[in-house]
Nanobody
Framework: VQLQASGGGLVQAGGSLRLSCAAS????????MGWSRQAPGKQRELVAR???????NYVDSVKDRFTISRDNAKNTVYLQMNSLKPDDTAVYYC???????????????WGQGTLVTVSS
């Protein structure tokens, strides 16, 4: 299974970006999908997660600004980021909890990371 993330870039404060993360491979089903981020000198933190039933969780700092969604037919998770702030600057990583056809259990996979830079 491979995850390909895209959509990062440079944006001014108050602007918007949309991240995408598509999974490919011998996929049978996907449980949760999420986005985490790591800013320079800081630990990686979970930003948002969406479960297979559609329920969502967000870290407090992005509530009401970020929206996570998924397209199960495309094995893709999205992160719509609005009202961006300089503090949102980080490398953003996606993850998907996947079961492949040859297995009976789920495994967590990570994407390669995409850089988001918000200028003031």
């Amino acid at each position: 299974v491979q995850l390909q993330a895209s959509g990062g870039g440079l944006v001014q404060a108050g602007g918007s970006l949309r991240l995408s993360c598509a999974a490919s491979g011998n996929i049978a089903s996907i449980n949760s999908m999420g986005w985490s981020r790591q800013a320079p000198g800081k630990q990686r933190e979970l930003v948002a997660r969406i479960n297979s039933d559609g329920s969502r969780n967000y870290v407090d700092s992005v509530k009401d600004r970020f929206t996570i969604s998924r397209d199960n037919a495309k094995n893709t998770v999205y992160l719509q980021m609005n009202s961006l702030k300089p503090d949102d600057t980080a490398v953003y990583y996606c993850n998907q909890v996947v079961r492949v056809h040859t297995s009976t259990y789920f495994q967590n996979y990570w994407g390669q990371g995409t850089l988001v830079t918000v200028s003031s």
